[in-house]
C-alpha cells in the first residue's frame, strides 16, 4: 500500500507524460433487479513507457478494468483520461476512433477473423483509420516481419499454431501504433514455451517504449513486468513496482 | 472511401453458408415471379379490356332519338323525336368541337352470293363512321369513302364474321352480291377486332352501305344512332349539352329532357372501367408483395442468423475501431444482395414464362383471348423492382439494426 501512495505521489507531476489517468472510476452494473458493483473507486496512473501487470482473482474486477481502459465501455461515474483525452464525453464513434487509434487489443483467445489471412487480419485495423492502400501494405509487411511471420501473411489463421496467431494478433494490435497494447490473458491458451515466446516479444516491445498493459493469472507472467497492480473486491489494493 | 470501405468489409466478411443462401434466394426469386406475374396478367387483362372498351370506339357517346318526357312550349309530352339526315349535316356544321355521325339500321337484310342467302343486320353510315366506330379494313380492301356516299354508289363493307359467313374461305373483295336483290361490289372486309359495347350486335356481324344508298333503296331517311365524338374526351358533357341545345331548338323540346335524347356516355363508362381495373391491378399486387414479403422474411431470418453468428467477429472488429455503420453497411449489403440477386432470377423466369405463354396460340379460344396475354410492362418491372427493393432494405435492416448493438466487452469475454 504504501508502494501504491508512492507511485501516486511519484507520478502526478508528470501527468503530461500519463498515457493512462483514471481518477474515483466505479462501474456498476444494473441487471434490472440487482446492482453490482464491479469497480468501486480505482485510481490509476500509468505512464509512458511502462510494463503493467494487472492481476487478481477471477470476479475482482479486472476484466471490467481492461474493458474501460479500451473504451469498450464507459465507466459509471470517474474521470478517465486516455493520452490527454477525456474519454467519457465521447460517443460511439468517437470511441471507436480512440480504440482504432490509441489502443491495440490483444486477447486470450486471439480474436483473428477465421476467413481471411493474416495480412488482411493485421491490415483490419489500417481499413478501419482509413488508411491509404500503399501505407497499409507497407505496414503489414513491416509488422509481419517485426513479430517474426514474414512468410506467414498468406495464411489463414486455422494454418498457424497458437503462438503464431498470437502474434499476428500482437502485430494487428500494433498496427495502428497506439499509446497503449492492452493484453488480456495473452498467454492464457498457450503451451509455456509459445507463452515465453509471447512475453518475450512483450518485453522488446517494452524495451523500445511501449507501453504494455497486461491482465493475467500467470505469477510468472506477472514478475517480468516492471509494476503489479492486484485488484480485488473492485478495488486496487496493491500496486509495486518489480 | 466509407462506401469503398463498407464495400471492402462486405467483400471480407465471413463465407456465407451455401446451401442457407441459395434457400433465401429461391424464395424471394419465387416470390418475385408470384409478383411479376401476377402485375403482368393484371397489365395484359388491362390492356385487353381497355382495347375491348374502345372497340366500339374510342371517347364517343351514342345518342338514340327517343320520344319527349316533358311538356315543352305548350307541346305535350309523348312526342316522337324524328332526327334526320339532313339533321347530322345541320349538327357538323354546328358543332366544331366535335366529331358527328349516325346511321341507320334494318334488321332485314337478304345477302345472296351464288347459293348462299344469309340474312342479317345491315347500316347505312357515312365515310368518318370507320374513324369513329373503329371499323377499320382488312389489308385487300377499304371503308366506304366520301365519293361512295355522294354517289349512292352500290358499295357494301361487310363484318369479318359475316363475310366468313357468306364467303367461307373465297376472298369476298371485289365479289359482287346481291342485297335485297340488288347488286352490290364487296369494297372491304372488317379487321378482326374486341369489342365489349354494342347496341345492336357486335359489328363483325353487320353490313355497312353509304346512307345514301341507303336511303335509295330502303326509301328511309330517319336516322336510329347519332355519333358524338368531341375532340377533348374530357369535354363530353358540353359537347351533349350543345347537341341537346341544337336538336331541342329544331324540333322544340327541353334540352335537359333525358328522354327526348337517350345517350350513353362512354368516356364516363371507360373512367369506371379503369377504376376497376386498377382496384383488379393493386389487389395482385398486394397478393404478390405477400407473397414477395414472405421470401423477404427469409433474408431477414437468414441475416439474424448470421448476426448471431457473427457476434463475436463484430465485437472484434468493434474492438478495432469499426463504427457501428462500418458494421450494419455490409450486413446490409449482404441481405440485399440476396434480394437482388433472387428479384434477378424471378425476372428472368418471369420473363421466360411471359414469352412461352405468348407462343401458345389463344385464336379460337374466347376464354384465353378475353384474359389476354400477360405484358411485363415497364410500370410492372419499376413496381415490382419498388416491393422488392422496400422489402430487401427491411429485410436487412433490422438484423443490422441487431448487430451494431452489439456490445463488444460482452462478446470478448472469455470463450
Not at chain 1, 506477472?222 to 478495488?235: F, H, L, N, S, Y
Not at chain 2, 424471394?28 to 370506339?57: C, N, P
Not at chain 2, 372491304?188 to 345492336?200: A, F, H, L, N, W
Request: include cysteine; hydrophobic fraction near 45%; charge should be positive.
Amino acid at each position: 500500500m504504501e508502494a501504491t501512495v508512492a507511485r501516486r505521489v511519484t507520478y502526478a507531476p508528470q501527468s503530461a507524460q500519463d498515457v493512462i489517468r483514471m481518477e474515483q472510476i466505479r462501474k456498476v452494473y444494473d441487471t434490472g433487479k440487482v446492482k453490482v458493483e464491479a469497480l468501486r473507486g480505482i485510481d490509476l496512473l500509468i505512464g509512458k513507457g511502462e510494463f503493467v501487470a494487472i492481476v487478481g482473482p477471477s470476479g475482482s474486477g479486472k476484466s471490467t478494468l481492461m474493458n474501460l481502459v479500451g473504451c469498450l465501455d464507459t465507466p459509471t461515474s470517474g474521470s478517465y483520461l486516455l493520452g490527454g483525452t477525456s474519454v467519457g464525453t465521447l460517443d460511439r464513434n468517437q470511441l471507436a476512433e480512440v480504440r482504432n487509434k490509441r489502443v491495440g487489443f490483444v486477447f486470450q483467445s486471439f480474436n483473428l477473423l477465421p476467413q481471411i489471412t493474416a495480412f488482411e487480419n493485421i491490415e483490419m485495423p489500417l481499413l478501419f483509420g482509413q488508411v491509404g492502400k500503399r501505407q497499409r501494405q507497407e505496414r503489414v509487411k513491416e509488422l509481419l516481419n517485426r513479430v517474426g511471420l514474414a512468410d506467414r501473411g498468406e495464411h489463414r489463421p486455422t494454418e498457424l499454431s497458437g503462438g503464431q496467431m498470437q502474434r499476428v494478433a500482437i502485430a494487428r494490435a500494433l498496427s495502428m501504433d497506439p499509446d497503449v497494447l492492452l493484453a488480456d490473458e495473452p498467454t492464457g491458451n498457450l503451451d509455456t514455451s509459445s507463452g515465453g515466446d509471447i512475453m518475450g516479444l512483450f518485453e522488446e516491445l517494452w524495451s523500445q517504449g511501449r507501453t504494455v498493459l497486461v491482465i493475467t493469472h500467470d505469477p510468472a507472467l506477472a514478475k517480468r513486468a516492471g509494476r503489479v497492480v492486484e485488484v480485488r473486491d473492485g478495488i486496487i489494493v496493491s500496486d509495486t513496482a518489480a | 472511401m466509407r462506401l469503398g470501405l463498407i464495400a471492402q468489409l462486405f467483400l471480407r466478411s465471413s463465407r456465407v453458408q451455401r446451401k442457407r443462401a441459395v434457400l433465401t434466394i429461391s424464395a424471394i426469386a419465387w416470390g418475385s415471379v408470384s409478383l411479376l406475374l401476377l402485375l403482368s396478367f393484371g397489365e395484359g387483362l388491362r390492356r385487353q379490356l381497355s382495347v375491348g372498351t374502345v372497340g366500339m370506339g374510342k371517347d364517343i357517346a351514342v345518342i338514340w332519338p327517343g320520344a319527349t318526357g316533358k311538356a315543352y312550349k305548350g307541346l305535350p309530352p309523348g312526342r316522337e323525336i324524328k332526327v334526320v339526315i339532313d339533321d347530322i349535316e345541320l349538327l357538323r356544321a354546328r358543332m366544331p368541337e366535335a366529331q358527328v355521325s349516325g346511321e341507320i339500321q334494318t334488321g332485314r337484310a337478304s345477302i345472296v352470293w351464288g347459293k348462299k342467302t344469309v340474312n342479317g343486320r345491315l347500316r347505312g353510315v357515312w365515310a368518318d363512321y370507320e374513324d369513329i366506330r373503329n371499323n377499320f379494313p382488312r389489308e385487300g380492301g377499304r371503308f366506304l369513302d366520301p365519293l361512295d356516299v355522294q354517289f349512292k354508289r352500290r358499295v357494301i363493307f361487310l363484318g369479318n364474321e359475316m363475310a366468313k359467313d357468306i364467303f367461307g374461305d373465297a376472298r369476298p373483295e371485289g365479289q359482287t352480291l346481291l342485297l335485297n336483290g340488288l347488286p352490290y361490289t364487296v369494297v372491304g372486309v372488317m379487321k378482326k377486332k374486341i369489342q365489349m359495347g354494342t347496341y345492336s350486335g357486335p359489328d363483325a356481324g353487320q353490313a355497312a352501305i353509304p346512307i345514301s344508298t341507303f336511303k335509295s333503296q330502303f326509301g328511309r331517311e330517319r336516322i336510329s344512332v347519332i355519333l358524338v365524338k368531341p375532340h377533348e374526351p374530357a369535354r363530353m358533357k358540353d359537347a351533349l349539352a350543345h347537341l341537346a341545345e341544337i336538336l331541342g331548338g329544331k324540333y322544340s323540346f327541353d334540352p335537359k329532357d333525358t328522354r327526348a335524347l337517350g345517350t350513353w356516355d362512354t368516356v364516363e363508362n371507360q373512367k369506371t372501367t379503369r377504376n376497376v381495373l386498377l382496384g383488379i391491378q393493386i389487389f395482385l399486387g398486394v397478393v404478390g408483395g405477400l407473397t414477395l414479403l414472405i421470401g423477404g422474411i427469409g433474408v431477414a431470418n437468414i441475416m439474424y442468423a448470421v448476426v448471431k453468428e457473427r457476434t463475436r467477429e463484430i465485437g472484434v472488429k468493434m474492438a478495432l475501431g469499426a463504427r457501428a455503420s462500418w458494421i450494419t453497411g455490409p450486413l446490409v449489403l449482404e441481405g440485399m444482395t440476396y434480394t437482388f440477386v433472387g428479384g434477378l432470377i424471378g425476372l428472368v423466369i418471369s420473363i421466360l414464362i411471359i414469352t412461352l405463354l405468348g407462343l401458345i396460340p389463344t385464336e379460337g379460344n374466347e376464354a384465353l383471348e378475353f384474359l389476354g396475354k400477360p405484358v411485363l410492362s415497364m410500370t410492372v418491372g419499376l413496381a415490382s423492382a419498388g416491393i422488392l427493393g422496400l422489402i430487401g432494405i427491411l429485410a436487412a435492416y433490422f438484423p443490422a439494426r441487431r448487430a451494431a448493438r452489439v456490445d463488444p466487452a460482452q462478446t470478448l469475454r472469455y470463450e
